[in-house]
């Protein structure tokens, strides 16, 4: 991979175009040393999703309070080790997880994962993750029984959100939680609007479009003097337009298709050639985004050596 830019710009971008919302950067879009080092010392927070990621962000003397574990499925012996590293902040989203961190955390400081209509994003995840409005009732109720502390909300939209209305829809339905969580005598204060945003240009929907409909549906419904602060969970927004990946040419072969009999007494010129290239990584390596992330890669000849 090659740096082309820095994600500083799209940090000032970041705040100049949502002043409320303190970003956590989503750790597993690109954990290079010099992308995390930036973003930790221009203030962001950071969105880990194991211990490696943890470990890897407070090697950098990171404060754990600026850590949030949103990975809503952790395995027991991470739990306990974000225990012991004082990071507190962790999502769920079912109840085997309330069970999970009250065995295995001293004072976690749940947020409740909501799922969204992420029928319009490239990427949807809320078959994977999220509660439905009806089943955060059930896992409210067993967090009181459990003595575990929920201090908010949390949601993404999927990756490469198309519809920003379903920002809107999410927001409220936060807001929704918030008031049913009161009934449980919980007094929330951290709202987290996950991730999704776009990291290059080339795209239907630009940042500022998303943000200009995001704003005020915050003022509506988490107006600034509620005391509840406001963060979210970017990756590919910082870094998608930050690194070019490089590739070699290994191998390449000359690929003639032979014409069908009937075309036989034509000449042989006419056959088609194609020309095939073997490159030095593949769909096992980075190439998976591919596969998993719908990304459109786009080839450049950068330079040619001869052989
Ligand atoms: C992947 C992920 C993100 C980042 O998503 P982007 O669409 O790249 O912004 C944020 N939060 C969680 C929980 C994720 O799994």
Redesign the pocket.
């Known amino acids: 991979m090659q740096q082309r830019r820095h994600p500083r710009p799209k940090h000032l971008r970041w705040a100049r175009a949502l002043p409320r919302v303190t970003p956590f950067y989503?750790v597993?879009?690109n954990n290079s040393i010099s992308v995390v080092r930036t973003l930790a010392s221009l203030g962001c927070g950071f969105?880990c999703?194991s211990k490696a990621e943890i470990q890897q962000i407070e090697s950098l003397g990171v404060a754990p309070s600026r850590i949030i574990y949103?990975?809503?499925c952790k395995q027991a012996s991470q739990i306990k080790y974000a225990s012991a590293h004082g990071v507190q902040k962790m999502?769920f989203d079912s109840e085997v997880e309330l069970l999970k961190v009250a065995r295995c955390h001293e004072n976690a400081k749940l947020v409740l994962?909501i799922a969204t209509d992420d029928s319009n994003s490239v990427?949807p995840?809320s078959v994977k993750?999220g509660a439905t409005l009806k089943g955060c009732r059930g896992l409210l109720q067993r967090a009181k029984e459990l003595s575990l502390d929920v201090i908010g909300v949390?949601f993404?939209v999927?990756?490469?959100?198309r519809d920003p209305a379903t920002y809107t829809q999410a927001i409220s339905d936060a807001r929704f939680v918030f008031d049913m969580a009161e009934e449980f005598g919980y007094k929330m204060s951290l709202l987290d609007i996950?991730?999704?945003?776009p990291?290059s240009e080339d795209v239907k929907l630009k940042f500022e479009e998303i943000t200009a409909i995001i704003n005020p549906a915050l003022d509506k419904y988490f107006p600034a003097d509620g005391g509840v602060r406001i963060i979210a969970?970017?990756?590919?927004?910082y870094v998608?337009s930050a690194y070019t990946l490089a590739v070699n040419i290994i191998a390449k072969k000359v690929i003639v298709k032979e014409q069908s009999p009937s075309n036989e007494e034509e000449d042989h010129e006419t056959n088609e050639k194609t020309m095939m290239y073997y490159v030095n990584d593949g769909v096992y390596g980075s190439f998976n985004c591919i596969l998993y992330d719908h990304a459109e890669c786009l080839p450049i000849l950068h330079a040619i050596n001869y052989l």
């Open positions: 989503a597993k879009c969105d999703a949103a990975n809503p999502t994962r990427c995840l993750f949390s993404h999927g990756s490469m959100c996950g991730g999704g945003f990291g969970e970017p990756g590919r927004y998608a």
